[in-house]
């Protein structure tokens, strides 16, 4: 599967590049749609450090946008694609961040606080991200009781198929996504001209 990574650019493009190229009106609607999204992020009191990220993960050639409200643990990563018109798929993560996991091409999202430690797989089918596989264990903060869990998509499981399963998921590269890109009016208006690397 395809899989490119655009970091915004803020200077200018090369001067060889064409005008044609820069002009609102031959942009690809992807980039209109999303630059309006960012714009409005950007321009919201709620979103000082804001963020984002593009990146195609359904091989379509057209990025997928991961919009991060803040690096606070609260904040969440909003996720975009682009079927004819921008779809919000969702709302994911913590810190702002979701990853790619690259071995299986798969959105995660996970999050650990005082010894509980959750993690969700998801994969983009169509307009709607499906979750696919949940663990949660609070091993840190149950450690020596009886009342360490190991759950598998919500079921009470032992912790032998606990690690089995989470095994075959360690080791995989993730691409974290969501915080790549500082989020400004000049920021989102780049992503409209296609001023991206």
């Known amino acids: ?6 970091i915004v650019a803020t200077a200018l493009l090369p001067t060889g590049c064409s005008d044609a190229w820069n002009s609102e009106e ?21 979103n000082t450090d804001a963020a984002f990220s593009l990146l195609d993960i359904n091989g379509d050639d057209i990025p997928e946008l991961f919009v991060s409200q803040g690096t606070g643990r609260v904040e969440r990563c909003f996720v975009y694609t682009f079927l004819d018109e ?12 979701v990853g790619l ?6 959105l995660v999202a996970t999050d650990a606080v005082q010894g509980h430690d959750w993690r969700g797989y998801y994969e983009l089918r169509g ?9 949660y264990n609070n091993y840190g ?3 020596g009781t009886d009342e360490v869990e190991f759950h598998i998509n919500g079921e009470t499981v032992t912790e032998e198929e606990y690690m ?3 095994a075959e998921y360690s080791g995989h590269e993730v691409l974290w996504l969501g915080r790549d890109n500082e989020l ?3 920021t989102a208006s780049a992503v409209a001209m296609g001023e991206y690397n």
């Open 1 to 6: 599967m395809k899989k490119e990574l655009f």
């Open 26 to 46: 031959n942009s690809p609607y992807w980039q209109a749609e999303y630059s309006a999204i960012l714009l409005d992020f950007a321009n919201s009191s709620d």
């Open 86 to 97: 921008s779809v919000l798929l969702g709302e994911l993560g913590e810190y702002g961040y």
């Open 101 to 106: 996991d690259t071995a299986i091409d798969q």
């Open 127 to 135: 307009d709607s991200l499906e979750f696919v596989q949940g663990f």
């Open 141 to 143: 903060a149950a450690e």
């Open 164 to 166: 089995t399963a989470v």
């Open 184 to 186: 400004t009016a000049e």
